[in-house]
């Protein structure tokens, strides 16, 4: 083989001419220099890196810097690095050797890699050389091209990456002059993580809310979108226009490429205690969503800790177990409000987690400077990371975190607006027994949306006399089983004998003489059908079909029916608008037919059977259903869950739940520190605290408030549908429980009322048979006399419970069996152990079991005295106190409009010592005792 290469020098640059014998192959890999080869390969991937982070916004969420200009601009150094490398080894005069050449090649490879980033490239010098480590053919020309691609890429790179960081370094300014701004009259500041739709559509509602305010001082809030390249900004298909165009006026808009763990630091000393910042996550990507808020919880508290710190004269001696925290910090934290929507149930854990990460290393290491001691580093460190961890913790808890789930927020506004009680027949419970009665949920599509309705139904249908059977509807129902029975053990092991009510059967009219106890079947099964066609038609006509449900031996098969006596809810989620609104029209009809037929139960007017729930994720077509059934005719057709009502004002800021929750995480404390003997105002600060310790304490206090007009219904007080709270109504539901003296004594501290509501403390303390003996005994009385005294408000409590116990189980919780001696055993392998003056503890948060999920009260009584505790009473104070949570409560809300300052009651400025339910108490309990319980304001 011969190859003759002429070399045609001009003033413009080299060209590689080639001319080949017959014989020659197109490439030649033998002539190749290996440390060449490898160089190209690194020097086209970082090409390809570079093309793959323009298009990929997945791979932009996975890898941050890849989206920047200065993290493109470092792979163009890099890929241009190692092409350089092997021209510097063999240029002339260079070492012949390996090692020795690379040595001398490296500095010089920099200094190459310097001047193409100036358009100082020697491509003249550099053309033979290619060559020569390329050998002849394809590869050689290829170098030499990828070679002019980086020599024109790196200055182009060099000048935007420039521009990209003074960008940088004036929205910077531009944020901390705006901000500075807005805390000279208290405004708002409002931090959108991504400019997408969901972003946009927040915003949007948000300044139509503030444009209808009508004080001044509500009005001219400052928004910022964050971590956004300029081209987002330039392009975002127009929707930084519409949040441009609808500011107008009204309110400030900043886009940043800035981070969102960057904006606390470029904001205005100022803003820090007279402005609310809310820093809104909810981009399409729920784990960078995560991550995001992760990052910003921990420069939020490594701020804090170092104002601390700073006040401590940075000794970490100073801290002590309980800190006291200074007013910057206290009213810094009252400020801060924080969303974030996730999609992984488990992100709970990690949240609660996040007071026990490690300190921020500027932290750290300031502070190993300033405490000397003796021992080695590690030592050293350790002991200050163990000795800060109280602060650590403290200062997290006051940090307001919210995670929303779309799916969760979703269908339980659906089932508040229109309660499954819409279909039943009204009830009494304070007028006697009830009357049993059948209620069908039917799911249609068991996707993320039919899943959470599953679960939904599943404790918001613990009704009295109510005889819950739940059915899914699924294409691929095996799979959908399996998935729910991994995730939700104990929701998909219920069974019910056929014709009990799913809970408390003893409130409900008994059957028959002659009515033989029924069959249990599984209150949760799947039929496995195309909804869409006429596989469904068996089901809806009333005839029995065979549907698979899950037993103690694993996957199994049971016959379901929609009987004459049923009372039919059903939830279309199909996964598309027209689908699910063409299949709830079919459906609709085809039960209407069986109404008129006689072949189905036809509810009490104004109640309605069936109800037809419809997913609906666009606006103008769920407007256009609203009209439908709210026309001449009554229609049970009812839409649910566009994207404007889930990422509104309404939904998110000023959602009236989070606030009532708190409530009721208030109304606890309250009624613990009576029991102690003092006094009995809650503030905010207080109440914030304890209710941030633990992510599924929050979720349990959501779940029991959403649940209150569900209790008017069960006291003939209304349909179950959300109304305003008055002061009449309040009014006749103390009156019907008969507690308003309670309530007033309990204030007072009055014995029996602390009894009813803040619990009986029974017997002697210990864990052995004999001390647990006496105190079941002592606590059983007690439960007796307050069953005689308030019997109303103790079947009240008891569906409170069932409904925990349902809530918990459709939450993956287990119930903790083997007794007090398998309590025991769980808690020692877990590391939990009882403390002095305080309940056993009773749950263990990892294992997610749970000593008091036991449906009948009385072992729920006596598993209460095992741990010294009286777990009803949180029952009967949620009861007691569910609609003074809703109207007012113990704390004012602190988004009506949100409005600027510290919390009005001082809450937050006041010490106290460790409350009931923190984490002091060694984690969670059951809501409502002295055991500190992260599973609700019932927890």
Not at 463 to 469: C, F, H, I, K, T
Not at 578 to 584: K, Q, T
């Amino acid at each position: 083989m011969d190859t003759t290469h002429l070399i045609d020098k001009t003033g413009a640059g080299s060209v590689i001419h080639s001319s080949t014998v017959a014989e020659e192959r197109f490439v030649n890999l033998s002539h190749t220099d290996p440390l060449a080869a490898f160089c190209f390969a690194v020097g086209v991937l970082s090409i390809v890196l570079i093309a793959a982070s323009i298009g990929s916004a997945r791979l932009k969420s996975r890898f941050k810097w890849l989206g920047t200009m200065g993290g493109k601009f470092a792979l163009i150094l890099v890929g241009a690095f190692f092409l350089l490398l092997p021209i510097a080894i063999h240029l002339p005069g260079s070492h012949g050797d390996l090692w020795p050449g690379l040595a001398q090649a490296v500095p010089a490879t920099f200094y190459f890699t310097v001047n193409i980033t100036g358009v100082a490239g020697e491509l003249e010098e550099w053309t033979p050389v290619i060559h020569q480590v390329m050998g002849d053919g394809l590869l050689s020309l290829l170098y030499y091209q990828v070679l002019c691609f980086y020599t024109v890429a790196a200055p182009v790179m060099l000048a935007l990456t420039a521009v990209d960081f003074f960008a940088n370094g004036f929205t910077g300014l531009l944020l901390y002059v705006e901000s500075a701004k807005k805390s000279v009259l208290g405004r708002d500041i409002y931090v959108f993580y991504d400019l997408n739709d969901n972003t946009v559509t927040l915003a949007k509602d948000l300044l139509d809310h503030v444009q209808k305010g009508g004080r001044r001082s509500r009005s001219m809030p400052l928004l910022v979108f964050c971590d956004l390249s300029s081209a987002a900004v330039a392009d975002g298909n127009g929707m930084a226009q519409q949040v441009r165009e609808e500011a107008y006026g009204c309110a400030t808009v900043v886009f940043t490429p800035l981070g969102l763990e960057s904006v606390p630091g470029h904001l205005a000393r100022w803003t820090q205690t007279r402005c609310n910042v809310y820093y809104l996550v909810v981009s399409d990507d729920t784990d960078d969503n995560v991550r995001a808020t992760i990052a910003l919880c921990d420069t939020l508290t490594s701020q804090m800790v170092s104002w601390e710190m700073g006040a401590r004269a940075w000794d970490v001696d100073r801290v002590g177990a309980r800190p006291s925290l200074t007013d910057r910090t206290r009213r810094y934290a009252g400020n801060i409000h924080v969303w974030c929507v996730h999609g992984n149930p488990d992100d709970d854990l990690i949240f609660d987690s996040l007071p026990h990460r490690r300190p921020d290393e500027e932290v750290l290491a300031r502070l190993f400077r300033r405490n000397r001691g003796h021992g080695s580093k590690e030592e050293r460190r350790r002991r200050i990371v163990e000795g800060l961890s109280p602060l650590m913790v403290r200062v997290r808890d006051l940090v307001e975190v919210r995670l929303l789930s779309e799916e969760r927020q979703v269908v339980w506004d659906s089932l508040v607006s229109h309660p499954l009680t819409e279909v039943l027949d009204p009830v009494d419970v304070s007028a006697g027994l009830v009357p049993r009665q059948r209620l069908v949920v039917l799911v249609l599509g068991v996707g993320s949306f039919g899943a959470e309705a599953v679960r939904a139904a599943f404790w918001f249908g613990r009704l009295p006399g109510v005889e819950l059977r739940i059915v899914g509807v699924d294409l691929e129902a095996g799979k959908r089983l399996g998935e729910l029975a991994a995730m939700w053990p104990g929701l998909m092991a219920e069974r019910v004998p056929e014709g009990e009510p799913s809970c408390l059967a003893d409130l409900a009219e008994p059957l028959a003489e002659d009515g033989a106890e029924g069959k249990a079947l599984p209150t949760v099964c799947l039929v496995q059908a195309d909804a869409r066609t006429e596989d469904l038609s068996p089901l809806l006509a009333g005839k029995e079909v065979e549907a698979l449900c899950w037993g103690p031996d694993g996957a199994g098969t049971c016959t379901v029916s929609i009987g004459r006596e049923s009372r039919v809810y059903t939830v279309t989620c199909l996964g598309d608008d027209e689908v699910d609104l063409d299949v709830s029209l079919r459906l609709h009809r085809t039960l209407s037919e069986r109404v008129l037929a006689g072949t189905l139960d036809e509810a009490t007017p104004p109640q309605c059977n069936p109800l037809v729930s419809v997913l609906v994720r666009s606006e103008e077509v769920l407007e256009s259903v609203r009209n439908i059934s709210g026309g001449e005719e009554r229609f049970g057709l009812v839409p649910f869950g566009s994207t404007e009502d889930v990422f509104s004002y309404d939904s998110i800021l000023a959602a009236p739940w989070e606030d009532a929750s708190v409530n009721l995480q208030a109304a606890y404390d309250g009624a613990q520190a009576a029991a102690a003997g003092r006094p009995t105002e809650v503030g905010r600060g207080r109440a914030m605290e304890d209710y941030n310790a633990y992510e599924v304490r929050k979720l349990s206090n959501r779940a029991a408030t959403r649940f209150t007009f569900y209790r008017l219904w069960c006291l003939g007080l209304g349909d179950g549908a959300q109304r305003d709270v008055s002061g009449e109504l309040q009014g006749r539901w103390l009156a019907k429980l008969g507690v308003a003296p309670v309530l007033e004594r309990l204030a007072a501290g009055d014995a029996c009322a602390v009894a009813a509501l803040a619990g009986v403390r029974p017997g002697p303390a210990g864990t052995g048979a004999e001390e647990r003996a006496a105190r079941r005994r002592a606590l059983a009385a007690g439960d007796a006399r307050l069953r005689s005294e308030h019997p109303l408000l103790c079947a009240m409590g008891d569906l409170e419970h069932a409904r925990w116990c349902a809530f918990l189980r459709a939450n993956g919780w287990r119930a903790l069996e083997g007794g007090f001696d398998g309590l025991e055993r769980t808690m020692a392998f877990v590391g939990r152990s009882p403390r002095p003056g305080k309940p056993h503890p009773h749950e263990s948060m990892r294992l997610m079991r749970h000593y008091y999920l036991v449906d009948d009260p009385a072992t729920y009584r006596d598993h209460g005295a095992d741990c010294a505790d009286d777990p009803a009473a949180c029952d009967r104070m949620v009861v007691a106190e569910c609609l003074r949570i809703l109207s007012h409560g113990y704390v004012a809300p602190k988004v009506g409009l949100p409005r600027g300052g510290a919390p009005a009651d001082g809450g937050a400025e006041r010490e106290r010592p460790a409350a009931p339910g923190g984490r002091e108490d060694g984690g969670p309990g059951k809501a409502g005792s002295g055991g500190g319980n992260a599973t609700g304001a019932q927890s």
